[in-house]
């Protein structure tokens, strides 16, 4: 990395460690990025890829913050089709991406939009790994990935059932925890 990436890095990197602060809010995280989002459009604008890859950058980190900061789950869905509509660099990214979108469904509560995301991407590691197995070739990517999905899928699968999650929040335990009084 050098020049413009290397700024955007270095740019986008100390405004996630502002907006992970417990003060700050998702809001607050979103314009900030917003604003970083316009500078480096405008500089990169003489290359079509650059720009596109600024925008999914800013996307991608907003989706993160949106998973961490739990904001209302219709802005968590729109920051999603956002990250559908600029699309994914690579694979990588999109197991990523939709991990943290189904996440943010897991706390919502919200199992069906989850699995709707997460499925296709699960059969199409499973698949690979198949073939991968069949072919004796290395299978760790596939393993890798399908570890932490799996273990999603089977979380909104138990919410589906209306089974609670042992050792995971969601917003309705968050919200009855503030609303309980605190013991003396």
């Known amino acids: ?32 990025f917003r ?18 890859e600024t925008r999914r950058r800013i996307a991608e980190t907003i989706l993160t913050l949106a998973q961490a900061k739990h904001p ?20 990588e990214r ?7 979108y189904a996440d943010c469904c897991r706390y919502d509560e919200n199992p069906e939009e989850g699995l709707a995301v997460l499925e ?24 890798y990935h399908l570890e932490d999905l799996l273990k999603l899928r089977d979380e909104l699968l138990a919410q589906r059932r209306g089974e609670q999650i042992p050792g995971k929040r969601t917003r309705r335990i968050d919200e009855a925890r503030r609303s309980t009084p ?3």
Request: net charge negative.
């Open 1 to 32: 990395m050098e020049g413009e990436e290397l700024a955007f890095c270095n740019a986008s990197d100390r405004l996630l460690v502002k907006s992970l602060d417990k003060e700050r809010s998702f809001a607050e995280a979103v314009d900030d």
């Open 35 to 52: 604003r970083l989002e316009a500078e480096f459009v405008v500089r990169g604008c003489d290359d079509e890829f650059d720009v596109l």
């Open 72 to 91: 209302p789950f219709e802005v968590c869905r729109e920051v999603w089709k956002d990250m559908v509509r600029l699309g994914f660099s690579n694979r």
């Open 94 to 100: 999109q197991y990523t991406m939709t991990w943290f």
């Open 120 to 143: 296709p991407l699960v059969a199409e590691l499973e698949r690979g790994l198949e073939e991968a197995r069949a072919t004796q070739s290395d299978t760790d990517y596939f393993e």
């Open 182 to 184: 605190e013991e003396d």
